[in-house]
């Protein structure tokens, strides 16, 4: 079997009439707590072509089997309609402007065959937090009946030299630009410049899957794991039917990702905070420590000089310091004592935005951590050494600047 992990595709793209803003809607599986998101963003698609109606929010899982129904009538619908044009083989070079920033990727296809979200079997592409089996089902039941797939998925590269991508944007004004547009509720805006088959794109394909790797990894998944996931098992269940030359080039054995470097200046590791209600703060930071002794770890001024984690509540700000670290990453010490203590409080919930947990914070009976940011440097290394981090570790900035669903593909013959 082939052995690059990753390589063009026949990517398709919506039809030149269509308004990219109403057409482009964000991943699925933000703001899954706030419906008036999701209205405002079918109050905008309206009756135009859409993305929107071609995913499945996840805020709207409790009436799942109705809408992934829906879903993939509205495929095929689309395709008859000539909503999507296929382009020839090759990849795009997105730009995604977030307000002063600037973030660039590439459109490509990888072979599921490098993936595992077991990290243990140490694939090529590895998944970075742990996979939550039960999210899988309802996704594989919208993609094993869909005629195509629309990513959410940015998969990391470790290119520090910046020889990849720079060498594309140096060519841009020679490419062909195939999309130019805004990005509904507050997602920036960004534009698409296609790299066809051609000198630029064989050099391209070949500096990707030569980049080193590390404990056998060559790229990692940086969000839309779950999605991934159940392209994997799709393809797991699929390919055993298959003769091996079908198995060579079958569609359902790729998956469409954008690639980014984690040293583009645009994207911005953003680390993912805990809030607990209906809790007594005092108590439960006492129970706490007990849970973490064996790391050393103590209550300190918040201003400390010391690494660790912020907790909050009220008006009142401590600092967590881990004296005897048991583990390289907070979260993986931090978050294990939490589960132990969930009969002391009501619920979690995973925040993103500084300025929404000292919100939450504040309120009676609540008790936010303020978790530390990972760096950019070690991060490929953390993979290696840990294997997957605890599920909400990270994120790829805020969830406006998560990946819009705009380009698709083909996975079915």
């Known amino acids: 079997m082939n052995k690059n992990a990753v390589r063009p595709a026949e990517i398709l793209l919506p039809a030149e009439d269509i308004d990219i803003k109403k057409w482009a809607v964000v991943a699925c599986d933000q703001f899954i707590t706030k419906p008036e998101y999701w209205q405002e963003a079918e109050k905008i698609a309206a009756d135009s072509p859409s ?45 995604r402007k977030l307000g002063k920033l600037t973030r660039h990727g590439l459109i490509v296809a990888v072979d599921l065959e490098a993936y595992e979200f077991d990290a243990e079997k140490k694939p090529m592409i590895r998944a970075t937090e742990k996979t939550i089996l039960e999210r899988i089902p309802p996704r594989v039941r919208i993609r094993e009946n869909a005629p195509i797939e629309l990513p959410h998925i940015l998969m990391l590269m470790d290119d520090k030299g910046d020889n990849i991508v720079s060498t594309i944007i140096g060519k841009k004004a020679e490419l062909e630009k195939v999309y130019d547009s805004e990005l509904m509720l507050g997602g920036g805006a960004i534009e698409g410049y296609f790299i066809p088959e051609g000198e630029l794109l064989s050099s391209t394909m070949e500096k990707l899957n030569n980049l080193p790797l590390q404990d056998g990894m060559q790229f990692c998944v940086g969000d839309g794991n779950h999605s991934l996931a159940t392209a994997k098992t799709i393809w797991n269940n699929l390919k055993d039917s298959l003769s091996e030359e079908e198995k060579e080039d079958h569609p359902a054995r790729f998956a469409l990702v954008e690639l980014i470097n984690i040293y583009d200046e645009g994207l911005l590791f953003e680390p993912i905070h805990r809030v607990l209600f209906g809790v007594s703060p005092e108590a439960f930071l006492e129970k706490l420590l007990h849970e973490l002794k064996e790391s050393g770890a103590v209550l300190t001024d918040k201003d400390s000089e010391e690494n660790g984690v912020i907790c909050i509540f009220g008006s009142e700000e401590k600092k967590l310091v881990f004296q005897n670290p048991t583990h390289p990453l907070v979260v993986s010490m931090l978050d294990p004592a939490i589960e132990k203590l969930k009969q002391e409080f009501e619920a979690i919930e995973y925040i993103h935005g500084t300025e929404e947990l000292k919100k939450l914070s504040a309120k009676e009976n609540t ?47």
């Open 51 to 95: 993305a929107l109606n071609l995913i499945l929010p996840e805020i709207y899982l409790s009436e799942a089997e109705m809408r992934i129904r829906k879903t993939n009538e509205n495929m095929n619908a689309y395709m008859k309609k000539g909503y999507l044009r296929e382009m020839p083989k090759g990849i795009i070079l997105t730009e």
């Open 367 to 413: 008790l936010g951590f303020f978790m530390p940011k990972l760096d950019k440097d070690s991060f490929f290394g953390l993979i290696c050494e840990c294997g997957v981090m605890p599920k909400k570790t990270f994120s790829l900035g805020e969830a406006e600047e998560k990946r819009y669903y705009l380009e698709g593909r083909r996975i079915t013959k």
